[in-house]
Protein backbone atom coordinates (compact mmCIF):
# COMPACT_ATOMS: atom_id res chain seq x y z
CA UNK A 1 0.00 0.00 0.00
CA UNK A 2 1.49 2.95 -1.19
CA UNK A 3 1.38 5.89 1.62
CA UNK A 4 2.42 9.68 1.73
CA UNK A 5 3.22 11.17 5.45
CA UNK A 6 3.80 14.96 5.76
CA UNK A 7 5.09 16.10 8.98
CA UNK A 8 6.67 19.56 10.72
CA UNK A 9 3.59 21.44 10.83
CA UNK A 10 2.91 23.60 13.97
CA UNK A 11 2.25 26.98 15.10
CA UNK A 12 5.37 29.54 14.40
CA UNK A 13 6.26 33.46 14.53
CA UNK A 14 6.68 35.13 11.87
CA UNK A 15 10.78 35.16 10.73
CA UNK A 16 10.90 31.69 12.02
CA UNK A 17 11.71 28.44 10.13
CA UNK A 18 10.24 25.12 9.68
CA UNK A 19 11.46 21.53 8.03
CA UNK A 20 8.27 19.56 6.05
CA UNK A 21 8.95 16.19 5.72
CA UNK A 22 7.44 13.33 3.09
CA UNK A 23 7.84 10.02 3.60
CA UNK A 24 6.77 7.91 1.08
CA UNK A 25 6.15 3.77 1.51
CA UNK A 26 4.66 1.01 -0.28
CA UNK A 27 7.47 1.80 -3.73
CA UNK A 28 10.56 3.60 -4.28
CA UNK A 29 9.63 7.65 -6.02
CA UNK A 30 13.06 7.95 -7.21
CA UNK A 31 11.69 8.14 -10.61
CA UNK A 32 8.46 10.15 -9.65
CA UNK A 33 7.81 13.71 -9.09
CA UNK A 34 7.61 14.78 -5.52
CA UNK A 35 5.62 18.08 -5.43
CA UNK A 36 4.31 20.19 -2.22
CA UNK A 37 1.20 22.19 -2.29
CA UNK A 38 -0.65 24.42 -0.21
CA UNK A 39 -4.21 25.18 0.61
CA UNK A 40 -4.56 28.67 2.20
CA UNK A 41 -8.09 28.96 4.39
CA UNK A 42 -10.66 29.22 1.61
CA UNK A 43 -8.62 28.94 -1.26
CA UNK A 44 -7.81 26.15 -3.99
CA UNK A 45 -4.60 23.62 -3.34
CA UNK A 46 -1.64 24.90 -5.39
CA UNK A 47 1.34 23.89 -5.94
CA UNK A 48 4.15 25.60 -4.70
CA UNK A 49 7.19 23.53 -5.65
CA UNK A 50 8.12 19.73 -7.14
CA UNK A 51 11.17 17.75 -7.83
CA UNK A 52 11.43 15.60 -10.58
CA UNK A 53 14.38 13.02 -10.72
CA UNK A 54 16.39 15.92 -12.35
CA UNK A 55 15.09 19.51 -10.99
CA UNK A 56 13.63 21.28 -9.08
CA UNK A 57 9.98 23.41 -10.58
CA UNK A 58 8.25 26.35 -9.22
CA UNK A 59 4.54 26.65 -10.30
CA UNK A 60 4.23 30.56 -11.58
CA UNK A 61 1.32 31.38 -9.26
CA UNK A 62 1.52 34.44 -7.55
CA UNK A 63 2.35 32.84 -3.64
CA UNK A 64 4.92 30.45 -5.55
CA UNK A 65 6.84 33.19 -7.05
CA UNK A 66 7.00 34.68 -3.22
CA UNK A 67 8.45 31.81 -1.64
CA UNK A 68 11.52 31.44 -4.01
CA UNK A 69 14.58 32.33 -2.32
CA UNK A 70 12.87 31.66 1.30
CA UNK A 71 11.55 28.03 0.37
CA UNK A 72 14.09 24.82 -0.71
CA UNK A 73 12.45 21.98 -2.04
CA UNK A 74 14.90 18.63 -1.58
CA UNK A 75 15.06 14.76 -1.91
CA UNK A 76 16.51 12.08 0.29
CA UNK A 77 16.42 9.11 -1.72
CA UNK A 78 17.42 6.67 0.33
CA UNK A 79 15.05 7.56 3.16
CA UNK A 80 12.19 7.80 -0.09
CA UNK A 81 11.78 11.36 1.28
CA UNK A 82 11.03 14.88 0.82
CA UNK A 83 11.58 18.11 2.43
CA UNK A 84 10.23 21.94 2.42
CA UNK A 85 12.56 23.83 3.98
CA UNK A 86 10.78 26.79 4.71
CA UNK A 87 12.80 29.97 5.90
CA UNK A 88 11.59 33.54 6.79
CA UNK A 89 7.94 32.60 7.66
CA UNK A 90 5.26 34.92 6.86
CA UNK A 91 1.67 35.16 7.98
CA UNK A 92 0.56 34.46 4.63
CA UNK A 93 2.45 30.89 4.59
CA UNK A 94 -0.47 29.77 6.75
CA UNK A 95 -1.79 26.77 5.22
CA UNK A 96 -2.22 23.02 4.75
CA UNK A 97 0.86 21.66 3.14
CA UNK A 98 -0.03 18.61 1.10
CA UNK A 99 2.60 16.11 -0.29
CA UNK A 100 2.18 14.66 -3.70
CA UNK A 101 3.76 12.10 -6.07
CA UNK A 102 3.35 11.36 -9.69
CA UNK A 103 5.07 9.08 -12.14
CA UNK A 104 4.87 12.50 -14.71
CA UNK A 105 4.85 16.18 -13.58
CA UNK A 106 1.63 17.40 -13.32
CA UNK A 107 -0.55 14.15 -13.04
CA UNK A 108 -0.53 13.14 -9.72
CA UNK A 109 -1.00 9.81 -8.55
CA UNK A 110 -0.58 9.80 -4.52
CA UNK A 111 -1.30 12.15 -1.92
CA UNK A 112 -0.39 12.59 2.27
CA UNK A 113 -2.63 13.95 4.29
CA UNK A 114 -1.61 17.24 4.98
CA UNK A 115 0.16 19.02 7.96
CA UNK A 116 -0.89 22.20 9.16
CA UNK A 117 1.38 25.52 8.97
CA UNK A 118 -0.13 28.47 10.91
CA UNK A 119 2.60 31.38 11.07
CA UNK A 120 1.45 34.15 13.63
CA UNK A 121 2.37 37.56 13.43
Known amino acids: QVQLVESGGRLVQAGGSLRLSCAAS????????MGWFRQAPGKERDLVAALTASSAYWSSTPYSTSVKGRFTISRDGAKNTVYLQMNSLKPEDTGVYYCAAGATMGKWDYWGQGTQVTVSS
Open 26 to 33: GRTFSSYA
